[in-house]
């Protein structure tokens, strides 16, 4: 016996995310007229009769977006994962959200309860290792899903990509701190081998070569207490290191207390760009330059092309980078 079409051999036909399809079935104003026309008529050339009974058992599931982040004791995802939110809420959705503390196997199994859970869509900050048992998973559901701020699995075409330009905003760094004093630039912080790391890197390496200035570059921990390490650090062993472009914010904040530790003053013996501009930034001393990401506004586009995607049948491209400005503060002084 042949099985009976389901609402993914629909999508398929149709060319629709399977959300699109159920809102179709739920006769959702929210889906355009020529798609539901396009997804009726899929149903009828494969023969899929809808169970409204069954159905009904599932509707207290339906406008739940799952979002799993990494870190949410960073402030730059807590903002993110915030200003998403927010904005799913105002297109009527619920948004259902998850800490992994960059565990591959929390990941794996919070991804796992809200595909059978029923969530419409997954908006995932991944962690780095074991992707395949989120990702895999994922495929199999036929959920849209978008991979967020990092790029851990490179089937873009299933699960897009969306980011800042990191390497745009790591050059704007470099070239200021270039104009703005004597000194050797450093990069400080982010794990060694990932490819966050290796992109806020790179326009910072391409900018010293273009340049003629040899880079030095200390990786670790995008944490506070190994920025603190690191200034002492470069104070002691690499006294011609006049400033540093950080990985990130929480890095940068702690060089600057590391520096005060050691009497350095930051914006004239030593400068100092994070990156990401969160909230802090503005009301450390000295004030922190840093690169602005505009993350609360990143959470709200991504929120509106995941639910053009569930709503409309629009694809994401597959890899979208947003623009980021360099905010210039008293940390790195002012270009000479």
């Given at each position: 016996m042949e099985r009976?079409?389901?609402?993914?051999?629909?999508?398929?036909?149709?060319?629709?995310?399977?959300s699109t399809v159920s809102l179709v079935l739920q006769n959702s104003p929210q889906v355009r007229e020529e798609t539901r026309k396009l997804v009726r008529e899929a149903m009828a050339e494969i023969g899929y009769f809808y169970n409204r009974s069954a159905a009904n058992l599932r509707t207290a599931n339906a406008g739940l977006i799952g979002l799993v982040i990494n870190d949410l004791r960073n402030p730059f995802f807590t903002e993110f994962a915030t200003s998403l939110q927010m904005?799913?809420?105002?297109?009527?959705?619920?948004?259902?959200?998850?800490?992994?503390?960059?565990?591959?196997?929390?990941?794996?199994?919070?991804v796992g309860a809200m595909i059978e859970h029923g969530v419409s869509a997954l908006i995932i900050s991944p962690t780095y290792g074991g992707e395949a048992a989120s990702f895999d998973a994922?495929?199999?559901?036929?959920?849209?899903?978008?991979?967020?701020?990092?790029?851990?699995?490179?089937?873009?075409?299933?699960?897009?990509?969306?980011?800042?330009?990191?390497?745009?905003?790591?050059?704007?760094?470099?070239?200021?701190?270039?104009?703005?004093?004597?000194?050797?630039?450093?990069?400080?912080?982010?794990?060694?081998?990932?490819?966050?790391?290796?992109?806020?890197?790179?326009?910072?390496?391409?900018?010293?070569k273009a340049a003629g200035v040899e880079p030095l570059v200390v990786t670790g921990r995008a944490s506070r207490a190994f920025g603190r390490e690191t200034a002492i650090r470069l104070a002691e062993e690499h006294p011609d290191v006049g400033a540093a472009i950080c990985f990130n914010d929480l890095v940068a904040l702690g060089m600057l207390s590391g520096c005060a530790q050691i009497g350095r003053k930051v914006g004239s013996d030593f400068r100092i760009v994070g990156f990401d501009d969160i909230e802090e930034c503005a009301q450390a001393y000295p004030r922190l330059s840093t690169v602005r990401c505009d993350i609360a506004g990143f959470g709200v586009r991504i929120a509106g092309t995941v639910l053009d995607w569930l709503e409309e049948g629009t694809v994401p491209a597959p890899e979208l980078r947003t623009p980021v400005e360099l905010v210039i503060r008293d940390s790195s002084g002012h270009p000479a």
């Open positions: 009976r079409p389901t609402i993914i051999d629909v999508a398929r036909k149709a060319g629709v995310s399977k904005a799913l809420s105002a297109r009527g959705y619920a948004a259902v959200v998850a800490n992994t503390d960059e565990d591959p196997a929390l990941q794996a199994q919070v994922i495929a199999r559901a036929a959920i849209p899903a978008m991979q967020v701020l990092r790029n851990v699995d490179p089937r873009v075409d299933l699960f897009p990509f969306a980011a800042p330009d990191y390497v745009g905003g790591s050059r704007c760094a470099t070239e200021h701190l270039l104009e703005t004093g004597p000194g050797r630039v450093a990069f400080v912080g982010g794990l060694e081998g990932r490819d966050v790391t290796r992109e806020r890197m790179s326009g910072y390496c391409a900018t010293l």
